[in-house]
């Protein structure tokens, strides 16, 4: 579910580069961004299916989870716009917050945009632990959701930067493996709180994101800065001493003049979202967006953000829809495992075809049992069908976290060129979380209107994104970032097309981008 400016721990393949603990520590530290964004996803689903937070915030919704009388369907009991607004505007603020984030990781460095966010994220706990009201409810949302924003923007940009080439996919999943571990963490945390006596319990679900939250802040406090961001802001010599430590070696020259380069050429890009709609960058661009959009319509977060609804919704008691809701968290954690080790061994495309085909069928399977057995007015989902139901949600999730989970954040990360990366990372993460607003503010009435046909709906759309990976996504696996025009673009049987303007002449002399696939005329 989303990262300023990606790149890679290091240029070529064939700079020296060993694993060192300081970039496994820095990366950990990073990485717990992902662990706040996962909690606050799955910490809104469990409080918003507790009947105390229901009858102190949106009493209407709570009268018709507990009557009989007056619901129209089991699929519209939760149907409020109010209550999609709780979890969606987090994501309304993040998409505001990401163009300011934007600026900030590249003008301020990686570190301090991650130390901002920290902030907001232990400001937005505050609101909600203690809210009195919807308003307050609203106002901690929203200061998480510009957490978000700039942890989206800096963590997965920070982790493909320190990294080196070999891991670098493996290092920058990191990210949503934290997500999932804080979704999980949510959901255990929701089981428990909802079983406290006083109705008090939603609160300390709200309130444990500060834990999260103050870990990425001092997270932030002791990590270095990138080589990449250093470099970028001027201070080269503090650039290759932090290369030299990351690296583990003294002889980072030639990856080191490589970086000043880079950055040198992007120095001269004055209008980096201009520059991003030029027709050499347009390949990057269309694929960043439509990984985005097709993320959101797996469904992930829709189950992800309601699932402890979703179960009541199909006849599961409180306390079983919460547990369920706990086993699709636990099998997100696992098989995002999954991902860090088989990404930069079997590929992206593989990951991502083969997983198709599992969320297609799994999705299917649903929408046909709950077509048969959860009309309007009855529930009568018997416990072999209530434990296929959980089994084929738990196949989709799993198939979703070692593959669109975090390749829609990885593959982004690494394809844009150094010019473009600010302005392109920004457009993902703007365009990761419109999407994410509008399922997250849709999808219970769409539960409603749609009922069991939900699932086909999106399953119609896992096929159409199949298709697009099929025949327009390349495989980057194992390629360094700055060879990515040479190595992939060139060699795609559509993209070549876009990249005929890669050498420009520049003074009566041909510029060539060559292996880093900059272009120094870009603003010529």
């Not at 240029?11 to 606050?40: H, N, Q, R, W």
């Not at 570190?111 to 632990?129: D, E, K, P, V, Y």
């Not at 194992?478 to 990515?484: G, H, L, S």
Request: glycine share 10%; net charge positive; aromatic share 12%.
């Amino acid at each position: 579910m989303a990262g300023g400016v990606m790149v890679s721990g290091g240029g070529g393949s064939d700079f020296e580069a060993k694993i060192t603990p300081i970039v496994i520590i820095s990366c950990i530290m990073a990485a717990t961004g992902g662990l706040m964004f996962g909690y606050d996803v799955g910490v809104s689903g469990g409080v918003t299916s507790m009947p105390p937070f229901l009858r102190k915030f949106f009493p209407v919704v709570y009268r018709k989870t507990v009557e009989e009388k007056g619901v129209d369907s089991n699929y519209c009991k939760y149907d409020n716009q109010g209550l999609q607004l709780f979890t969606s505007s987090l994501y309304l603020a993040g998409l505001t917050a990401t163009f300011f984030a934007s600026y900030t990781t590249r003008k301020l460095g990686r570190r301090l945009t991650m130390l901002i966010a920290g902030l907001f994220f232990i400001a937005g706990t505050a609101f909600n632990a203690a809210a009195q009201n919807l308003a307050m409810l609203i106002v901690g949302r929203l200061l998480l959701g510009c957490g978000v924003g700039f942890a989206n923007q800096a963590v997965p940009v920070f982790l493909s930067e320190i990294a080196p080439t070999r891991i670098r996919g493996g290092l920058n999943i990191l990210f949503q493996l934290n997500v999932t571990i804080g979704i999980l963490f949510a959901n255990l945390v929701n089981y428990g709180t909802n079983k406290i006596k006083g109705g008090w319990g939603w609160r300390l679900s709200l309130g444990l994101a500060g834990i999260p939250a103050a870990l990425l802040t001092l997270g932030a406090l002791f990590v270095v800065d990138t080589p990449n961001s250093l470099i970028e802001r001027g201070h080269l010599d503090q650039g290759k001493a932090v290369l030299k430590k990351i690296r583990g070696t003294d002889n980072v020259e030639p990856e080191f003049l490589e970086l000043v380069e880079a950055s040198r050429i992007a120095q001269e890009v004055k209008h980096p979202f201009r520059n991003l709609l030029k027709r050499r960058n347009r390949p990057q661009l269309v694929i960043a967006i439509a990984l985005q959009i097709f993320q959101q319509f797996t469904g992930i977060n829709a189950i992800m953000f309601y699932a402890p609804v979703l179960f009541n919704t199909l006849g599961f008691k409180n306390d079983a829809s919460l547990y369920s809701a706990v086993i699709t968290g636990a099998v997100n954690v696992l098989s995002t495992i999954v991902s860090i080790y088989s990404v930069d061994k079997v590929g992206r495309r593989m990951l991502l075809l083969e997983a198709g085909v599992q969320m297609f069928l799994s999705q299917v399977v649903i929408s046909i049992i709950l077509g048969i057995k959860v009309t309007d007015h009855s529930d009568d989902l018997s416990k072999g069908f209530a434990i296929l139901v959980v089994v084929m949600v738990c196949t989709f999730v799993s198939a979703f976290a070692w593959s669109w989970g975090p390749l829609g954040w990885l593959i982004p990360s690494e394809t844009f060129p150094l010019e473009t990366r600010s302005a392109g990372q920004s457009v993902t993460v703007c365009v990761n979380l419109l999407f994410t607003f509008v399922i997250a503010q849709a999808f219970l009435s769409m539960l409603c209107h749609f009922k069991f046909g939900i699932f086909l709906f999106f399953s119609g759309w896992v096929l159409i994104m199949s298709c697009f990976v099929l025949f327009l996504l390349p495989e980057t696996k194992n390629v360094p970032i700055e060879e990515m025009t040479e190595r992939v673009w060139k060699q795609h049987w559509l993209w070549k097309r876009f990249m005929e303007d890669d050498d420009h002449v520049v003074d009566g002399k041909v510029a060539n981008s060559g292996a880093s696939g900059f272009n120094p005329s870009s603003q010529l």
